[in-house]
């Protein structure tokens, strides 16, 4: 069985940096796509970041240029790095995969984490 670990949340300022991790544990034989996605209080969920095959990497407009997302295939773990956190940052954080455990492809949910922008 596979389950999405995530960690690195917490309480910065304005300006501050924080790194997400998200570690898939189990039988993970290979990774299609992995994401961040976040979701602020009654607002929709939204994607953040991506990366596709291990190599496309993708980011919402609203992040790009201050988040930076990448993937340890030896550890089946994504990371994202986010530098000058703005306030309208804050949200649960959520990763995402999309990977073969055996012959089963299937999606999966990290249970979120909380990421607070606030002077």
């Known amino acids: 069985q596979v389950q999405l670990v995530e960690s690195g949340g917490g309480l910065v300022q304005p300006g501050e940096s924080l790194r997400l991790s998200c570690a898939a544990s189990g039988t993970v034989s290979s990774v299609n796509f992995m994401a961040w996605y976040r979701q602020a209080p009654g607002k929709e969920r939204e994607l953040v970041a991506s990366?596709?095959?291990?190599?496309?990497?993708d980011y919402a407009d609203s992040v790009k240029g201050r988040f930076t997302i990448s993937i340890d295939n030896t550890k089946n773990t994504v990371y994202l790095q986010m530098n000058s956190l703005k306030p309208e940052d804050t949200a649960v954080y959520y990763c995402n995969a999309e990977l073969w455990s055996g012959d089963l492809l299937s999606d999966y949910w990290g249970q979120g984490t909380q990421v607070t922008v606030s002077s």
């Open positions: 990366v596709t095959a291990g190599v496309r990497l």
